[in-house]
């Protein structure tokens, strides 16, 4: 990948992290992620010798506040900075995949295909407000990279920090960071089509078992998607998350970014937007959280229309796929035949 365009893509990062100070003294809806600001305060809990835990709002690993202690030591934009870096480094891996697994086989360069990360805005402003979604996309790659590569480093890691983080703070360690991810609800409004009825029937006696069977579609989905499609692993791990997120409890834009990582690696198969749906979602949103107008049934059939489309997206991508395979297996048979030909004319003239 040429650094020409690792240094723009850079600088880019830096101009939005320096704009973010600007946008946040003198506008109304802040460009800095509150939970930034949760990050920073976690970290300054380790730094005074306490528990990343003791504001409940910090439901993450406390690697993640440990990586923040820099923001108490040197700037309050130093993870900023380095949400952004690995933001970049995220790029670097998306093309090391591309390029040692053969994926594409368009006309298009690896460097033109991973640009879609590296220019989109929607990644670029992910990062520079300060949300960590590039930690994760920076292991999901890693474990995706030495799993193709049939190695078991990334398991390996895995069990290691957790079993250290598990030391160091117990339980408290285990409810925070996975549990609270598996039950929780949000009733305010996001993509999800559960948060409205989520909201209406909190206080019936059968909300818990309503809860449970919401779970039942996703993990249904996304485990038949693994299998049918475990031969392709970057296939299957972006249907996988598309469906997750898709069919999650709680749905929130940043989520989009859990596969947005993947699209570089299935582009060959893809030409779908639907940026069109989004745009009117957050236009209600933006009226129901910001203005307080009372639009939430809107809302969520907005939210309807999304999941829908979003259905819809998958089914084309699958069926993109299953047209790109059958293609591909019907050249390989015509080569096949040709070569078959060409060594039974040599042979007769030879004889």
Avoid at 169 to 174: A, C, L, P, S, W
Avoid at 316 to 340: G, M
Wanted: aromatic letters at 20%; one cysteine or more.
């Amino acid at each position: 990948m040429e650094k020409k365009i690792l240094v723009i893509a850079s600088l880019i990062r830096v101009f939005l992290i320096l704009y973010s100070t600007f946008h946040d003294k003198y506008f109304e809806v802040k460009y800095t992620d509150i939970d930034y600001e949760v990050f920073t305060q976690a970290a300054k809990h380790l730094v005074d010798g306490g528990s990343p835990y003791l504001k409940d709002t910090y439901k993450y690993t406390p690697l993640l506040a440990y990586l923040m202690i820099p923001n108490v030591f040197l700037h309050i934009l130093f993870g900023k900075l380095f949400f952004c870096v690995l933001d970049i480094i995220v790029a670097i891996l998306l093309h090391r995949i591309l390029n040692d697994f053969k994926i594409s086989e368009r006309s298009v360069t690896k460097t033109t295909i991973v640009c879609f990360w590296l220019f989109n805005p929607f990644t670029m402003t992910i990062s520079s407000r300060g949300n960590a979604e590039s930690v994760q996309m920076v292991l999901v790659l890693l474990a995706l990279y030495f799993l193709m590569k049939d190695c078991a480093v990334s398991f390996g890691t895995f069990l290691f920090c957790g079993l250290i983080m598990f030391m160091r703070f117990g339980m408290e360690f285990v409810e925070n960071t996975y549990f609270f991810h598996i039950f929780r609800v949000d009733i305010q409004h996001n993509f999800s089509f559960y948060f409205y009825p989520l909201k209406y029937f909190k206080n019936l006696p059968y909300f818990s078992t309503f809860k449970s069977i919401a779970f039942l579609p996703q993990l249904v989905t996304v485990v038949w998607l693994g299998f049918k499609y475990s031969a392709h692993l970057p296939f299957a791990c972006f249907l996988q998350t598309f469906a997750f997120v898709s069919l999650n409890k709680v749905c929130t834009s940043q989520y989009f970014i859990w596969y947005i990582v993947f699209l570089p690696l299935v582009y060959p198969y893809l030409q779908i937007s639907f940026q069109r749906a989004i745009i009117v979602w957050l236009f209600l949103a933006y009226l129901l959280e910001f203005k307080k107008y009372d639009v939430e049934l809107y809302v969520w059939m907005a939210s309807c229309l999304f999941l829908c489309i979003n259905v819809g997206i998958i089914h084309q991508i699958i069926r993109a796929f299953s047209l790109k395979q059958r293609s591909t297996i019907e050249t390989l048979s015509v080569d096949r035949d040709f070569i078959n030909t060409m060594k039974n004319y040599h042979f007769d003239e030879i004889q």
